[in-house]
């Protein structure tokens, strides 16, 4: 409230509560606030438009404005385009991080790709051996993909002190905010864990399904 609308020791009778409502950053805490009615001098005032004929609505408010404060301008606003402008850079982070996060995961799976072939082709003769000595395509594809499935694991391990600490400190610059919930880092080691698998796995289901004689004939 600003404090010389009433003065002290000014009575006045409360007619009604509302919700919080914040017309700041959300990097601010919502501050007590009084809206007054029939003050002589106001700082800020709402006014409720209709869906239809705003541009003569409009004009009709800045006449009446200039016929009763010709030395005052008017500065008017819609309540959404303020809204949306607080909330513009937290847009543009989401976004920003939303794009980076897809790079990421299209050059990790590009990386367990390329990985996965040269491995492949690395243990061709030991894959041609297992198969000749008895061993099935599944545990053979089950072998290979463990193999990838491992710097997954510890690559997950290490993120997650990171990402927690990271996430912690961009939550604590809103003032209202949730908190952590660890099944959100697990659901994410889980699908880290999926993606991987799906990436590699056909690859390691061609090489284990490969004839034991092609591969030991391999140089």
Same mark, same amino acid.
């Given at each position: 409230m600003?404090?010389?609308?009433?003065?002290?020791?000014?009575?006045?009778?409360?007619?009604?509560?509302?919700?919080?409502a914040?017309?700041?950053?959300?990097?601010?805490?919502? *501050?007590?606030? #009084?809206?007054? &009615?029939?003050? $002589?001098?106001?700082?800020? =005032?709402f006014i409720k438009l209709r869906g239809r004929d705003i541009p003569a609505t409009l004009a009709a408010i800045d006449r009446l404005w200039h016929a009763r404060n010709p030395a005052d301008p008017?500065?008017?606003?819609?309540? *959404?385009?303020? #809204?949306?402008? &607080?909330?513009? $850079?937290?847009?543009?982070? =989401?976004?920003?991080?939303?794009?980076l996060s897809v790079c990421a995961l299209l050059l990790a799976c590009l990386g367990l790709v390329g990985l996965a072939v040269s491995?492949?082709?690395?243990r061709t003769k030991e894959v041609g051996i297992r198969k000749a000595l008895g061993a099935t395509? $599944?545990?053979?594809?089950?072998?290979?993909?463990?193999?990838?499935?491992?710097?997954?694991?510890?690559?997950?391990?290490?993120a997650w002190p990171a990402a927690a600490l990271v996430l912690d400190h961009w939550l604590r610059g809103f003032v209202y905010h949730v908190e952590l919930d660890p099944r959100v880092f697990?659901?994410?080691?889980?699908?880290a864990l999926l993606l991987a698998v799906l990436t590699v796995g056909v690859h390691c289901y061609r090489v284990a399904r490969g004839?034991?004689?092609s591969a030991l004939r391999y140089e």
């Amino acid at each position: 409230m600003t404090p010389y609308l009433y003065p002290p020791g000014t009575p006045a009778e409360v007619i009604g509560t509302v919700s919080d409502a914040s017309l700041e950053p959300v990097t601010q805490a919502v *501050d007590p606030t #009084i809206y007054s &009615l029939g003050q $002589s001098r106001l700082t800020l =005032t709402f006014i409720k438009l209709r869906g239809r004929d705003i541009p003569a609505t409009l004009a009709a408010i800045d006449r009446l404005w200039h016929a009763r404060n010709p030395a005052d301008p008017i500065d008017r606003f819609f309540l *959404d385009d303020h #809204i949306q402008q &607080l909330y513009l $850079s937290v847009r543009r982070e =989401t976004q920003t991080l939303g794009i980076l996060s897809v790079c990421a995961l299209l050059l990790a799976c590009l990386g367990l790709v390329g990985l996965a072939v040269s491995a492949a082709e690395r243990r061709t003769k030991e894959v041609g051996i297992r198969k000749a000595l008895g061993a099935t395509t $599944s545990a053979v594809t089950r072998r290979l993909l463990w193999q990838f499935t491992k710097p997954v694991l510890w690559a997950t391990v290490i993120a997650w002190p990171a990402a927690a600490l990271v996430l912690d400190h961009w939550l604590r610059g809103f003032v209202y905010h949730v908190e952590l919930d660890p099944r959100v880092f697990g659901g994410a080691a889980a699908l880290a864990l999926l993606l991987a698998v799906l990436t590699v796995g056909v690859h390691c289901y061609r090489v284990a399904r490969g004839k034991p004689t092609s591969a030991l004939r391999y140089e």
